[in-house]
């Protein structure tokens, strides 16, 4: 599923306010600052701080791989 362009550019994340990349294939959004991903579920963003996801350096390198 892919979300709206337009949506992308105004979705942040919720702890630091700043950009997030979309991993189209794992339907997840990603902030490489905090190494944190935040899931999409029905093409509807969770932005929830609590439901956030902690990514490891592996993990991190692997989804900076699919965003660039």
Same mark, same amino acid.
């Given at each position: ?5 337009? #949506?992308?550019? /105004? ?5 630091? !306010? @700043?950009?997030?990349?979309?991993? $189209?294939?794992?339907?997840? #959004?990603?902030?490489?600052?905090? %190494? !944190?991903?935040?899931? /999409?579920?029905? @093409? /509807?963003? +969770? #932005? #929830?701080?609590? $439901?956030? +996801?902690? /990514? @490891?350096?592996? $993990? %991190? $390198? ?7």
């Amino acid at each position: 599923m892919t979300l709206d362009p337009a #949506l992308l550019e /105004i979705l942040a994340c919720p702890e630091d !306010k @700043g950009p997030l990349y979309y991993v $189209e294939s794992e339907e997840l #959004l990603y902030n490489p600052r905090l %190494h !944190k991903a935040y899931r /999409i579920e029905d @093409g /509807i963003p +969770v #932005l #929830l701080v609590d $439901e956030a +996801v902690d /990514i @490891g350096p592996d $993990e %991190h $390198e692997r989804l900076m791989a699919q965003v660039n």
